[in-house]
């Protein structure tokens, strides 16, 4: 069992950066593939980007290629997020998730989110 909780999130001017946290408990992270997706108001949830368990294998969904880094710390437990160049359609709340594997339709664990608003 994995337990995440979020922080970062806010309101932020179009153009400007954020960074996520994602901070996990237990003691086997690095055996998790973490991920990051968003759930736009009326909108289905959708994949934004994941990372191995070790760190090296990223992955990105096409609208936040570019303008988006995920990264983790074994050592802290915690995963994070990096949002440069945001767009009010970035406007959402961001859940992180652990799972065994990576899974851009969605993974085993997840946290309560955060929520990102980006004004134009």
């Known amino acids: 069992q994995v337990q995440l909780v979020e922080s970062g999130g806010g309101l932020v001017q179009a153009g400007g950066s954020l960074r996520l946290s994602c901070a996990a408990s237990g003691r086997t992270f690095g055996s998790y593939a973490m991920g990051w997706f968003r759930q736009a108001p009326g909108k289905e949830r959708e994949f934004v980007a994941a990372?191995?368990?070790?760190?090296?294998?990223?992955y990105y969904a096409d609208s936040v290629k570019g303008r988006g880094t995920i990264s983790r710390d074994n050592g802290k437990n915690t995963a994070y997020l990096q949002m440069k160049s945001l767009k009010p359609e970035d406007t959402a709340v961001y859940y992180c998730?652990?799972?065994?594997?990576?899974?851009?339709?969605?993974?085993?664990?997840w946290g309560k989110g955060t929520l990102v608003t980006v004004s134009s």
């Open positions: 990372i191995g368990g070790d760190g090296y294998s990223t």
């Open positions: 998730a652990a799972g065994r594997l990576v899974n851009t339709n969605g993974m085993d664990y």
